[in-house]
C-alpha cells in the first residue's frame, strides 16, 4: 500500500515537472520527463511493485536468491578452474597421449620463395646508403651565417 502511494507521488511530481519544462519551451525534455514520470505509475498499474514489495520482504524468496547465488558460484568457480587446468579430463588425458606426425609431412621446404629482406642479399652486404634529402631554406641560411 505505501509502494504504491509512494510511486503515484513520484509520478504526480514527475508530471508537474514536465508541465514546467513544457511552458518553458523545452518540449523534448518535457517529453523525456514526462516519459520517466509514467513508469512508476504504469509499474503500479500492472502489479510490478506489489509483486517486488511481496517478494523484498519474503525470507522463503531470499533464501532462494541465495541458492541461486551459489548455483551461480558453483558454476562461475568450477569453469575458471577448468580453464587453469587445460580443459575437461578427457581433453587433457587426449593431449598426454597425443600424436607426434606432423601436420603437413610432406612440407619439407617453407612454402615462402626467397624475399628481397637482408637474408637474400649476397653477403649479408647491408642495403645501399639513402641519398641525402635536398637542402631547404633553413639549412642555406644557416651554412649562409656560418661562412660569416
Sequence with gaps: MIAETVCSAASAAGLGIAVVAAYRKRFLSAARIAAYALVPIGLVMTGVVGWLSDTAFSPTAWAGFGLLGV???????????????????????????????????????????????PAARPGGAPPPPRAAPPPTDKDRHRKKNRQR
Design 71 to 117: 548455483a551461480w558460484l558453483l558454476f562461475a568457480g568450477t569453469r575458471a578452474v577448468e580453464r587453469r587446468r587445460g580443459g575437461t579430463r578427457a581433453e587433457r588425458r587426449a593431449a598426454r597421449g597425443g600424436r607426434t606426425d606432423a601436420v603437413a609431412p610432406t612440407a619439407s621446404a617453407p612454402s615462402l620463395g626467397a624475399g628481397a629482406g
